[in-house]
């Protein structure tokens, strides 16, 4: 009988593990430009356009894409990362959007400052403001973590999440880029998922932007 309710459990905890997302990750693919400007810029000076050259504050907003057509079929569709927490509780961890509010440029890296519009079971944790870095690690690719942050969720407790977004396309016209996805977290809650994405870089509404004192430089 024991045998049996420790086998029932292990297929649980298979299934309720199973990863988030539509798909494989793909660490540095090359990075195609796309705009008026394409054929004359540099990856990394679209890198540093696309990040550095916006008003800030300023939103990521993502969406579940298809790598074929890099398109979203459903703009309500994120990035997610799917797992277990407490006591066999399942968990769905959505990306919707980074807000950036500050940055630095050094050595061909973007590091920045932001707050996670990152829902677990559609109730936002607690994670505070991050510290991520954009890196162009070759000539023709780019890369975007987010590494190690605690995250508090009342159900679960504290966890640390990881973050990688790899980019395979940017166009400078419509501040839109894509790529492909690793999101994991583990602590009292344990999730990973992986998948394709498209992200628009937008400046956020007077609604939405910070009040005085909400966020605080470090």
């Known amino acids: 009988m024991i045998k049996v309710y420790t086998l029932i459990l292990l297929i649980a905890f298979t299934l309720l593990t199973g990863c988030g997302g539509t798909g494989k990750f793909i660490d ?12 004359a810029i540099q990856p990394a000076e679209a890198v540093e356009q696309l990040f550095g050259g916006n008003i800030l504050p300023y939103r990521i907003s993502f969406c579940e894409a298809d790598p074929a057509t890099k398109t979203c079929p459903n703009e309500d569709s994120n990035p997610s990362a799917k797992g277990i927490g407490g006591i066999f509780l399942p968990l769905v961890m959505e990306l919707r959007a980074i807000e950036i509010d500050e940055f630095m440029i050094d050595d061909q890296k973007i590091i920045f400052k932001a707050k996670l519009d990152s829902p677990v079971n559609k109730i936002p944790p ?3 403001r991050v510290e991520g870095v954009v890196d162009t690690p070759s000539l023709e690719s780019a890369t975007l973590k987010i590494s190690k942050f605690y995250c508090n969720w009342a159900a679960i407790g504290n966890v640390v999440t990881n973050i990688t977004l790899s980019i395979d396309s940017i166009d400078l016209e419509t501040n839109i880029f894509t790529g492909y996805y690793k999101i994991t977290f583990y602590g009292t809650g344990n999730a990973s998922g ?7 870089v937008e400046p956020m509404d007077e609604t939405d ?7 605080q430089s470090e």
Request: proline share 7%.
């Open 126 to 128: 607690a994670c505070g």
């Open 194 to 200: 992986s998948g394709y994405y498209r992200a628009t």
């Open 28 to 39: 540095q693919p090359q990075l195609n430009i796309f705009g008026a400007e394409a054929i």
């Open 209 to 215: 932007k910070p009040q005085i004192g909400e966020i």
